[in-house]
């Protein structure tokens, strides 16, 4: 039997656990005490992810969009050339969704075989410990992945308002990627062609995080790498939640409101073989505050091996990671739920014994 094609448990709805009012969670969303938020972390008021003009001088651009990658793996952007409103709107619209009734969210309930639709968890181990959070993941490129059947009909703006975001964010993505590849030293193009050029993919999740009456005991998401190529994610700009790893703590984002928070993931760590770092996250939730975010996963194409361009291998910089496509490496998370970064690491080639 496939161990993707349904959920080992029934799924529980976390906006439904939320909304029944009741002053505390049931044991299958409180971690163990290491694993609990840490709001304290001293680090937090001193340090911030980088944030980055991309109006400014291209070169400058490229330099400091490289160093954010080698040093957080994480940064925000600004003057993006995506239109606000289409940001507000695209929230507005899903955020709509999930205040629908239950009865019609439900109709577009997800399995582990694809994720599509809306869910409740990641990763099909029983009796796993689950996050506070439901979603809803959809593909939205290559136009051949798109079932417009799986998108929400209800509210009626939000299959226009996603393909529109859609379409923005796949051109921000590629433009980044020409970033991202002279900041490595290599040709514009480099990255997007070990992508598979045009045949690169896209998937949409919404994150919605309700209110929570333990904050302090749970996640919102499990710390986590994202196993694509770059993640491009819009947050509401008045509630905290988003924690990236840095120096073994845990850092806040402070959102600056309409930037987009850029994440190297998995693939283009292992095409940069290394410099550029896929660095783990976790969401906090409140109990004051329900959260959206929007996490547009920018991928490769999905059927070609993966493994450190030639031009970064170099004799004292030995290849560190084994080819594997994203057919493949995805299927990891979807079985295991988020399991910082365990899955990149099991790619990474042994260093060679040295003989003196
Ligand atoms: C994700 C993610 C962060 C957030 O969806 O992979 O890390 O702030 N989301 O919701
Ligand atoms: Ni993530």
Redesign the pocket.
Known sequence: MDCLQDWPEPIVRVQSLSESGASTIPALYIKPPNDRPSPTTISNCHVSIPVIDMSDDPEHVARVVGSACREWGFFQVVNHGVDPKLMRCARDTWRGFFHEPMEIKQQYANSPKTYEGYGSRLGTKKGALLDWGDYYFLHVHPPSLINQEKWPALPSSLRPTTDEYAQELLQLCRRLMRVLSKGLGLKEGRLQEAFGGDKDGACL?V?FYPKCPQPDLTL??SP?S?PGGM?V?Q?DDHVK??QVRKDGAWVTVQPVPDSFIINIADQIEVLSNGAYKSVE?R?MVSSTAERL?M?FFYNPCSDIPLAPIPQLVMPDRPPLFQPMTFNEYRLYIRKNGPKGKSQVESLKIAPKAVHV
Request: aromatic content about 0%; glycine content about 14%; cysteine-free.
């Open positions: 999740r994150n919102g998401l986590h994202d993640t994610l947050v939640g988003l996250h969401v975010s996490a």
